[in-house]
Structures are given as C-alpha cells and as structure tokens.
C-alpha cells in the first residue's frame, strides 16, 4: 500500500498506514471465501452428504 498514490482507490478504502495492507488481504480472502462457498453450492455430491446425515 505504501506505493499507491493517497488519491488511490485502495488508499481511501484502506488508509496508507500500518495494518492497510493486512485490511487489504482480509478483503479480498472474503470475497475468494464466498466465490469457493457459491461454486461448492450447486454441488450435488456436498447436498447428497447433507441428506444421508438426516437418515
């Protein structure tokens, strides 16, 4: 974060100082977190497990 230019996207979001760039990683592992949780819900083997376990 410390080469962005303080008028940068990342730079308002984020601040420039200690922790921004860890703000940062922590964002985008969210948005990784629900694209693996969206792409495994339409997963017919992960919802055939969820219903042998009600058996």
């Given at each position: 974060?410390?080469?962005?230019?303080?008028?940068?996207?990342?730079?308002c979001l984020?601040?420039?100082?200690k922790?921004?760039g860890?703000?940062?990683?922590f964002l985008?592992?969210?948005f990784?977190?629900?694209?693996?949780?969206?792409?495994f819900?339409?997963?017919k083997?992960i919802?055939?497990?969820?219903?042998?376990?009600?058996?």
């Amino acid at each position: 974060m410390a080469v962005q230019t303080p008028e940068s996207l990342f730079c308002c979001l984020f601040g420039t100082g200690k922790g921004s760039g860890a703000a940062f990683l922590f964002l985008v592992l969210g948005f990784l977190g629900v694209a693996v949780c969206l792409c495994f819900r339409r997963s017919k083997l992960i919802r055939g497990l969820e219903a042998n376990d009600k058996d």
